[in-house]
């Protein structure tokens, strides 16, 4: 897969997640069968603010020259949200109070590791 083609599938799964978060933070985690309270749903929101602003960072970035500096520092960056994302949506899935769907996250971010690390480690 191409680096622009990877760098835009990120972005869309970035953005819509981000806007899920942010616009709508309690029926997004009541799928994953959590009730969040007031300041979980202020946390959520954060977090679908910084989702968004990855988003758009990823996204105009697609194109760029990936032996850039910029490019290389997006793409270790995105690495290392997806692999400690990855980690910690494992302990999610296996100690935390939500239902099946959470492994779904896992996969998403497992995915994105292994994207992020191929075009930061492994293509030459």
């Given at each position: 897969?191409?680096l622009s083609?990877?760098?835009?599938?990120?972005?869309?799964?970035a953005f819509?997640?981000?806007?899920?978060?942010l616009?709508?933070?309690?029926?997004?985690m009541?799928m994953?069968d959590v009730?969040?309270?007031i300041?979980?749903?202020y946390i959520?929101?954060?977090?679908g603010?910084?989702?968004?602003?990855?988003?758009?960072?990823?996204?105009?970035?697609?194109?760029?020259?990936?032996s850039?500096?910029?490019?290389?520092?997006?793409?270790?960056g995105?690495?290392?949200?997806s692999?400690t994302?990855?980690?910690?949506?494992l302990?999610?899935?296996?100690?935390?109070?939500?239902?099946?769907?959470?492994?779904?996250?896992?996969?998403?971010y497992?995915?994105l590791?292994?994207?992020?690390?191929?075009f930061q480690?492994?293509?030459?």
């Amino acid at each position: 897969m191409k680096l622009s083609s990877f760098m835009s599938i990120a972005a869309l799964v970035a953005f819509l997640f981000g806007l899920a978060f942010l616009f709508v933070p309690v029926q997004t985690m009541t799928m994953y069968d959590v009730t969040l309270d007031i300041s979980g749903q202020y946390i959520a929101r954060y977090f679908g603010s910084a989702l968004l602003g990855v988003s758009f960072i990823v996204w105009f970035a697609r194109n760029a020259d990936s032996s850039g500096e910029a490019m290389k520092a997006i793409i270790l960056g995105g690495f290392i949200l997806s692999a400690t994302s990855f980690v910690a949506s494992l302990f999610d899935g296996l100690y935390g109070p939500g239902n099946y769907l959470i492994w779904s996250t896992v996969a998403i971010y497992f995915l994105l590791s292994l994207g992020f690390g191929y075009f930061q480690f492994g293509k030459s």
